[in-house]
């Protein structure tokens, strides 16, 4: 399916689910490779599914010719994967993806941002491993 090409620059996400059967240390890589590949607009943000192999990235497509590196990208390091890229509404910019955090943390549970990105959070388990075996830890 192609993907919706805005008039204005914005943040594209990119939803991915690994073929079955691929194990998750294979769709990590994958997505690092996609998150990490320099021909690529900027990725904003990336994470990874802990009960399905695959995960999300957020790219800052600026041109019409980003949209098409991200397709062109997604194809390259994600053959064969169920992918689904779609432009954001608010997320206009990188800085405009993290005030749309903000928002959504202020408007929606009275949180904020600024006071969480501060706040001193244990440590959970071993995210590396759970990256590697889609086990949480």
Known sequence: MATMRAKRPRCYLVYALA????????A?????ALTDDKTL???VFHDHFLDKPGGIVVFHAETPQDVD?????VARHLDG???ETRPLIFSFSPAAFDAQIAYTLKTYR???WETLQRAHRPAYGNPSREAQTGVET
């Open 81 to 83: 994967w169920r992918v």
């Open 110 to 112: 009275d949180a904020d």
């Open 19 to 26: 073929p079955d059967g691929t194990r998750m240390r294979a």
């Open 69 to 73: 590196a991200i397709e062109t990208g």
């Open 41 to 43: 607009p900027l990725a």
């Open 28 to 32: 990590n890589d994958g997505i690092n």
